[in-house]
T-cell receptor
Framework: NAGVTQTPKFQVLKTGQSMTLQCAQD?????MSWYRQDPGMGLRLIHY???????DQGEVPNGYNVSRSTTEDFPLRLLSAAPSQTSVYFC?????????????FGPGTRLTVT | GENVEQHPSTLSVQEGDSAVIKCTYS??????FPWYKQELGKGPQLIID?????GEKKDQRIAVTLNKTAKHFSLHITETQPEDSAVYFC?????????????FGKGTHLIIQP
């Protein structure tokens, strides 16, 4: 199993540009989520999904959209990038929708918005 | 919602000594408490977890203790080695419902001095 994969590893955007961060898992996990990691702030939940076709907002959802058309994929879209979205983004998945099971994290995408 | 406080933010110990990282949580309904280790340039990885029906759990040099009354839990690493140098995150979650997953602490940068 590849586990959780994320692309790209690095990305530089100009303010106002849009892009999609890709995330895929091959473990047939129901629950997938996106976090951002900023220095001194830990991991903050952006959006999550408890299954295909179901998504919901986390702690810091503004400026981001998600969709879950298949069990395997959970892309994160930045509609109009802002410097405040400079961060490292992690996708994670876990077996159970209630989230109290081991979360498997991807390797991260480092995004810089200039 | 849940709030998790983690201390210290940085911890430097001599190789071979013990390290202790402490976390407190606010929601008495939380019943799942994992610890994640993040090495430089990688995603967090689960190292140990504990559920609220247990007061202590050990895995080789790593142990976690939980005090439900005081709402705090701690990670103990004995006989520290250079490869223990990393950022450690505690988290809290509820397995009985609610799909917004885990709430993470802000992390502890553990430095093992040779």
């Amino acid at each position: 199993n590849a586990g959780v994969t994320q692309t790209p590893k690095f990305q530089v955007l100009k303010t106002g540009q849009s892009m999609t961060l890709q995330c895929a898992q091959d473990m047939n996990h129901e629950y997938m989520s996106w976090y951002r990691q900023d220095p001194g702030m830990g991991l903050r939940l952006i959006h999550y999904s408890v299954g295909a076709g179901i998504t919901d907002q986390g702690e810091v959802p503004n400026g981001y959209n998600v969709s879950r058309s298949t069990t395997e994929d959970f892309p994160l879209r930045l509609l109009s990038a802002a410097p405040s979205q400079t961060s490292v983004y992690f996708c994670a998945s876990s077996y159970n929708a209630v989230g109290a099971y081991e979360q498997y994290f991807g390797p991260g995408t480092r995004l810089t918005v200039t | 919602g849940e709030n998790v406080e983690q201390h210290p933010s940085t911890l430097s110990v001599q190789e071979g000594d013990s390290a202790v990282i402490k976390c407190t949580y606010s929601d008495s309904a939380s019943n799942y408490f994992p610890w994640y280790k993040q090495e430089l340039g990688k995603g967090p990885q689960l190292i140990i977890d504990i559920r609220s029906n247990v007061g202590e759990k050990k895995d080789q040099r790593i142990a976690v203790t939980l005090n439900k009354t005081a709402k705090h839990f701690s990670l103990h690493i004995t006989e520290t080695q250079p490869e223990d140098s990393a950022v450690y995150f505690c988290a809290a979650g509820y397995s009985g419902g609610g799909a917004d997953g885990l709430t993470f602490g802000k992390g502890t940068h553990l430095i093992i001095q040779p």
